[in-house]
């Protein structure tokens, strides 16, 4: 069964970069021709995508965080990462990994979730 | 940008129907996928490309999409479906984009 677990700090100083991974178990990235994506959801407020990366490296991104933001993947430790630089109290919010479909770019599979705090 | 909107809310008794919508510009060209988020957890997907559904979702669960609008439809609600749902669709502009989403409320 197919796991991905959000890591990082809880705590980010504005206006220092924020930095996840997303590491992936019970299935290779590298093996598989997956979107790769995060998701994040400020308290109280709707889902909003961030951006996701395709097994092969290629970058998708949201038009609102696109200056600030930039995915990776390193399939040698099957796992992929967030960084979003400039952070202020708005980027605050629980972040999700998930993996994306290809075909219909459904959201299948998510990552518990990680609160990230932006505060001084 | 593509914009996706649903109502802020939708409540139903047990026993009863749910439908809940979602609209954007010439929608039913597009693929609709539909997520479940109880409180304090990831959301599930519990129906993809507008009507199908995942392995272990309940046939309860069933999905429509037309025009500008898709629908989600909960038939014999109980008390465990009450969340909050969202569309989403990926948009060649925008990429991937959520609605608002809905707080469904079981009375």
């Known amino acids: 069964q197919l796991q991905l677990q959000e890591s990082g700090p809880g705590l980010v100083k504005p206006p220092e970069t924020l930095s996840l991974t997303c590491i992936v178990s019970g299935g290779s990235i590298s093996r598989s021709s997956y979107y790769w994506g995060w998701i994040r959801q400020p308290p109280g407020k709707a889902l909003e995508w961030i951006g996701s990366i395709y097994y092969s490296g290629s970058t998708y991104y949201s038009p609102s965080l696109k200056s600030r933001v930039t995915i990776s993947v390193d399939t040698s430790k099957n796992q992929f990462s967030l960084t979003l630089n400039s952070v202020t109290a708005a980027d605050t919010a629980v972040y999700y990994c998930?993996?994306?479909?290809?075909?219909?770019?459904?959201?299948?599979?998510w990552g518990q979730g990680a609160l990230v705090t932006v505060s001084s | 940008s593509y914009v996706l909107t649903q109502p802020p809310s939708v409540s139903v008794a047990p026993g009863q129907t749910a439908r809940i919508t979602c609209e954007g510009n010439n929608l039913g060209s597009k693929s609709v996928h539909w997520y479940q988020q109880k409180p304090g957890q990831a959301p599930v997907v519990v129906v993809y490309d507008n009507s199908d559904r995942p392995s272990g979702i309940p046939e309860r669960f069933s999905g429509s999409n037309s025009g500008n609008t898709a629908s989600l439809t909960i038939s014999r609600v109980e008390a465990g479906d009450e969340a909050d749902y969202y569309c989403q669709v990926w948009d060649s502009t925008t990429t991937v984009v959520f609605g608002g989403g809905t707080k469904l409320t079981v009375l």
């Open positions: 998930a993996r994306q479909s290809p075909v219909d770019f459904s959201l299948a599979y």
